[in-house]
């Protein structure tokens, strides 16, 4: 079976939520450039808002419901069938949890 396509929409942030957290007053371009500059840059809030000239206190609103990338995935799913998570568990140590035993399998620890 063919998997669909995400809509054009997937990702986008929903009507609810932005009407809930009110106006952001940063445009979308000052948004942009001061995510860059605090998360990529490094840079602290005071040097970020004086690089697009804005204050603070509206640098830290309009970046405190930015998405960031996490650095490193925390976890994820494996979709694997019935017969591979059975072997999993007959092969698991005594009291190990699954995803030790899939770290073992793949040499990673």
Known sequence: MASKRPAP????????TVAARGPIPLTADQRRH???L????G???PAVA???GRSEAEVRHSLANARTRRSVEKRVTANISPAAAAH????????EPVWQ????VFGII
Do not use: M, Q
């Not at 929409?9 to 609810?16: C, E, F, K, N, Y």
């Not at 605090?38 to 840059?41: A, G, L, P, Q, T």
């Not at 999993?88 to 009291?95: Q, Y």
């Open 88 to 95: 999993l568990r007959r092969i698991a140590l005594p009291g």
């Open 101 to 104: 035993t899939i770290n073992r």
């Open 43 to 45: 840079l602290d809030f």
């Open 50 to 52: 004086a690089a697009i």
């Open 38 to 41: 605090r998360f990529e840059v």
């Open 9 to 16: 929409d997937a990702g986008l942030i929903s009507p609810r």
């Open 34 to 36: 001061a995510k860059f």
